[in-house]
């Protein structure tokens, strides 16, 4: 097996310091669940050979791929791997057969019991695998066991493997024949977090889900304009468990165990360490999609690298940055077009067209995305705030000389002001639709907004000033019922205080390492907010009810169909990211250049309203558009 990996990778890299509370916890007879997000068939095996390799118990682990040949499957099983019944196809298939769930629930009782440790995947998308994490969670209820601590794994790949949905003889033959004609593919590093109580975290109400709300309750006063009627609390993601799994049990209880699986799929993300593919790929897709040249490439990796290791971010590699750099190209090299010209030495690096290419990248960037997202999410509401006062044809001298506002046409100098309020309520709201993972979910989505719209403050993109009451400010809401924003834990404040508070707003300005980071940022959620803008724009095209596979598989061909109309494959548009902020004239024309895709940040909250005409009444729901659709 380490002979196999040898082969495979460059290095298996993982921190000592995170071993002793695993042996500490195993010393003391801790029953070890070990949960990972699913990337490729190599997980399964990565974990178990690094416990081996460093005297722990070697945990069972839950294989969700299915293993055709016989020869294999008993070897696998030997060494403790979980497999799926030969007669299911997919995981979603063996779950709807009536005998695999209780033989499964009565396996994990039997190994728990007997002390042994488990592994189980989790599908950061759909949610597959967290029913055995409510399964374990119903068997302390059962006190079949006294409690289990759960182990949050962190695994980050130079290259994410390709993964195949069967295995066989022959496909591990084809791996096997492959190894011998290739270089290893990068690096890999595991990162094992402290274990914590799966007891202790129910009962602490730190998950707390009495504010779980469906996306229609949340977003439909924003669809309507009323404020007075706005809604807090948090999205519901009922389809992370599967809805005949434990059907007798009541909204909270069903809620509380969807609730630990959101904790586990956001801890063991933040684990995953961003290695310099990660990084590259970012940059290629969200900062210089039009191409870079290798200088500028390696000017734009050590400032993201310094802005990751701010904000205490792991990073998997090392040595000189014209090393990294061109470690992190060769094995990006089939998702690039590398050229140079006959007068310049500096080689040009541009991102394959191609959707495959695109892919790849996407999910290459993603631990960047989530590092970033407070950031990201604020970015695009500011960029949707932008877009409306760029429409509105609203006269500069509204801030600028304090008269009343005149037509504009054309591009102008225009000084923009924010106001407070707004900005937080338009973060609040795109919170909603992240994916499942990115969002703390011990975290409330008020405190998330408020956090957001810090982070901008802290990077340098937002100045916040106080605007004297005789100067009006940008603030397109309506009025009544007005909100305030406030921190819970200010010792000044007080319910008796009759005095408004000061009006605050913000201003934008350019961070000197990144003037662009504004768009950069944007760039991150461009897509999936267009995924989900053409799916609710795609939702009248449909003859509702459909069988879910049906359904699933028309709203994919509908966005292939859009995404090839609009000859775009991810992001906003090619040169948003080469734009820059012109000091003291910021936005009316770098906002109208942008049109389109600062819009569709905002434009999927208007369009939403489609499903709330009264020529179809019947009932729809929200929860598809949280497919995994940010590659198109």
Known sequence: MLKLFSSMFD????????????????????????????????????????????????????????????FLRSILQKVGVILLPPCAPTEQDAETDGLYSPVMTSLVRELLQEGQAISVGVSAESGQGGQWLACIRQLIKEESFPDVSLVPVGI??????????????????????????RRPGGSVRIHLAQPFSLKEMCESGRCRVDE????????????????????????????LLPP?????????????????????????????????????????????????STS????????????????????GFGGSLAEVVHHSLSL?????????????????????????????????????????????????????MLCEVACSGVSSRVRSD?????????????????????????????????????MPPCQTSRSFALDAVDSLVRCGILIMEEIPRDIPICDYWKREGALTWTTTDDPYHSDSDCEEQDLRSYKISQPSQCPDMLFFLCSMLAGHLRALCWTTAGLDLLHTPLPEAEFVAQIHFHLCDTANKKKQHYGPSAGAAERSLPQCQPFVRCARKQEEAARLHFSVFVQLVSLTEPRDPRPRQFCFVSFSLTSL
């Open 11 to 70: 290095s298996i890299q993982i921190n000592l310091n995170h071993l002793p509370p695993l042996h500490r916890a195993s010393q003391e007879g801790s029953l070890l669940v070990y949960v990972y997000v699913r990337q490729s068939i190599m997980d399964v095996a990565l974990i178990p050979l690094v416990l081996l390799c460093h005297n722990l118990r070697v945990p069972y682990t839950i294989c969700p791929v299915r293993i055709n040949n016989s």
């Open 296 to 315: 500028v490439l390696c000017r734009d990796v050590a400032w993201l690298t310094d802005e990751l290791l701010f904000r205490n971010k792991d990073v």
């Open 212 to 239: 779980w709300l469906p996306l229609q309750d949340l977003l439909l006063p924003v669809i309507l304009n009323n404020r007075t009627e706005s809604v807090f609390g948090q999205r519901r993601m009922s389809w």
């Open 332 to 384: 990006l090299a089939p998702c690039l077009i590398i050229a140079t010209a006959p007068s310049r030495k500096d080689p040009i690096i541009v991102p394959r067209p191609s959707f495959a290419a695109t892919l790849h990248l996407s999910l290459q960037a993603q631990i960047v995305t989530h590092t970033f997202i407070l950031e990201a999410v604020a970015a695009c509401a500011v960029s949707a």
């Open 244 to 292: 005949h799994y434990a059907s007798e049990q009541t909204h909270p209880e069903r809620d509380l165990s969807i609730a630990i699986i959101l904790h586990l799929i956001f801890s063991a993300t933040s684990c995953m360490a961003v290695m310099s593919t990660t990084l590259v790929s970012s940059l290629l897709l969200y900062r210089r999609r039009k191409g870079v």
């Open 156 to 181: 980050s790949y130079d290259y994410v493997p390709q993964n195949d949905a069967q295995v066989g003889l022959s496909s591990v033959l084809r791996l096997l024949w492959s190894l011998l004609w």
């Open 402 to 438: 304090g008269v009343e506002g005149e037509e504009v046409k054309g591009d102008m100098e225009f000084d923009v002001v924010l106001c407070q309020s707004e900005l937080t309520e338009r973060t609040l709201q795109l919170c909603h639709l992240l994916p499942p993972g990115f």
